[in-house]
């Protein structure tokens, strides 16, 4: 266990957490987690782009003009790739993208993660973020208490915390999401990490 440092919504001072070592506190495995950022994009992309190939454009039934004696190049359709309005060679079809990896390097990758923002102080834990009220003017006060503000901010909440979420969505390079949401590209993708004791302690015993 290591100590670490918690705020308050003021930002001040409100004591120290013991994070496990096991997750907080590993040496980043890189290649993993470019890995695991690379699984997850290709399995975003949706895969739905299209060409038709010369035997699905309209048109092209027959030889345009005879093959010999009219000093023109020889073609036999229209539908051929170098006419206007014709085929496409080799372009994109449909298809799958995702792809597959095993779920202990998932693990290893947040945990990699969570460490280099602990090792680069880009980890801000606070003791509690409640709202009694959706409140985005209240939201940017903690951020810029927290010494956040101008960051890129992933601020990581729990899953029926709606009022947090209506406080945080609208706020410019703020990312909120909720603590099952968590992955890989989330966690990397900024520059703080907010979140509360509590979801620090939820992550530790699922990926421990």
Same mark, same amino acid.
């Given at each position: ?12 001072? =409100?004591? +120290? ?17 470019? +890995? ?5 994009? =290709?399995?975003?992309? +949706? ?27 020889? +073609? ?39 460490? %280099? ?5 880009? @980890?801000?834990?606070?003791?509690? @973020? ?12 903690? @951020?810029? =208490? @927290? ?43 900024? %520059? =703080? ?16």
């Amino acid at each position: 266990m290591s100590k670490y440092d918690i705020k308050n919504v003021e930002g001040q001072a =409100a004591g +120290q957490a013991d994070l496990s070592d096991d997750v907080f506190g590993i040496e980043p495995n890189i290649p993993v987690i470019h +890995q695991v950022v690379v699984c997850q994009d =290709a399995c975003l992309r +949706q895969g739905t782009h299209s060409t038709k190939n010369r035997h699905e454009v309209s048109g092209g039934g027959r030889k345009p003009w005879r093959q010999k004696g009219t000093g023109r190049a020889r +073609q036999g359709s229209i539908r051929a790739a170098q006419w206007t309005g014709g085929g496409v060679v080799f372009g994109p079809t449909p298809r799958d993208h995702s792809k597959r990896i095993n779920k202990k390097m998932v693990k290893l990758a947040m945990r990699s993660v969570l460490s %280099g923002k602990v090792a680069d102080s880009e @980890l801000v834990l606070v003791d509690a @973020l409640s709202f009694e009220k959706p409140s985005t003017k209240q939201a940017k006060a903690v @951020l810029d =208490a @927290l010494g956040v503000s101008g960051k890129r901010v992933t601020v990581v909440i729990p899953d029926d915390d709606v009022n947090s979420y209506l406080s945080f969505r609208n706020l410019e390079k703020v990312n909120c999401i909720a603590v099952s949401e968590a992955n890989t590209r989330n966690l990397i993708d900024n %520059g =703080a990490l907010v979140m509360t004791t509590d979801i620090a302690k939820q992550l530790e015993e699922v990926l421990a």
